[in-house]
């Protein structure tokens, strides 16, 4: 479409005079006002166009305005925009029916929610009342939403000016080869010694003051360690045999990310209860919710659940993760990503890597990887420090730049770049992007010692 700088203008002063941005000091921010959007691009009013290798926070795997899910909220506007979550209703038992059948094992009863934290704050609430214990167990590098329990939970910087401390949350390593907390070599050492060090946290704190442990599958914005053979098997063998409920986080891994619906099928391992947003119909309306076995179902079967949400199972939602998930089935989405992954991205971020001083590790799977950026190849000292803001951020930002000058929407956290764009990306896009992402890197290469 044509550019409109003024059109573009009032957007922009109308968002600085009235809108309240999440995570931002609110005299320092410049959002770019947004036209449109289209699959696997967006553009502003001034005429830019934008690869999205971010996919809006790890969203929008099936891309931008998909028609199929446009058609669906459109249809379902028509017939029934609301109803209250206590009537049966067609779209919202297609949708649990459809969530149900890709979820593992017997994850078969679905609650749900607006988005990611309400779905962890039910998923432990759940636990909590199904083991009649106080405790979760959660991963430092980890992130669970922004409400009170799941930011609790959240491992990284943006829990500290949140924690209450006294939710009973307790925080413990996973395993991340690379920035070993266990001075492993191998990822078999890693493996041993995470678990072992769980064990150990596990007895230190009660194991009968437990409730659950919480994990992401792969953890997403702390950085994409796709856990090593073993890990998740490990986690469950250990929550079983002390009576602690596995929950697994999927609301970024979930939905295709990883080149399956769900990242746990790349472990074989199943939760007790799996939270899920985001890509179960790429946010086109809000919705999360949590994917429950039948034993923690069964808690619930004579006892009220004590929880719930007036906009629980919202007819717009289901419609649009209807028609997502049916899409990606019969588009072949989920099988687009594990091959653009495995034969497109993967080989060549390893590629770019080998001719970039900035680039310590490549690591991740289906469309869903990291770039850890660094000072130093040998001594892997992160490009920008663990939660550099201002100054000590630039050389990130200067990254970013030139990443948004080459036509390319980048994911940037601390000291990485994710490459994160649709389920759906073509061959010639992703080659697109990774071309302006190579390019872009040199500006990284210059802050290298
Ligand atoms: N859990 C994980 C793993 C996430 O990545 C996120 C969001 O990025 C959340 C939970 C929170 O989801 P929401 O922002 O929809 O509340």
Redesign the pocket.
Known sequence: SAADPAAGAAVKAADRAHVFHSWSAQGLIDPLPIAGAEGSYFWDYDGNRYLDFSSQ??NTNIGHQHPKVVAAIQEQAAKLCTIAPGFAVDVRSEAARLVAERTPGDLDKIFFT???????ENAVRMARLHTGRAKVLSAYR??????AT?INLTGDPRRWPSDTASAGVIHFWGPFLYRSAFHAETEEQECERALAHLEQTIAFEGPQSIAAIIL?TV???AGIMVPPAGYLAGVREICDRHGIVFIL?????GFGRTGHWFAADHFGVTPDLL?F??GVNSGYV?L?GVAISAEIAATFDQRPYPGGLTYSGHPLACASAVATMNAMAEEGIVENAADIGERVIGPALREIADRHPSVGEVRGLGVFWALDLVKNKETREPLVPYNASGAANAPMAEFAAACKRGGLWPFVNMNRTHVVPACTVTEAEAKEGLAALDEALTAADAHTV
């Open positions: 926070l790890v607006n988005g990611g934290a309400e779905a962890v980890s992130y669970h939403g922004a409400t799941a992401e953890p997403g914005t986080d999927e609301v970024m891994a939270t947003a985001k809000p999360g």
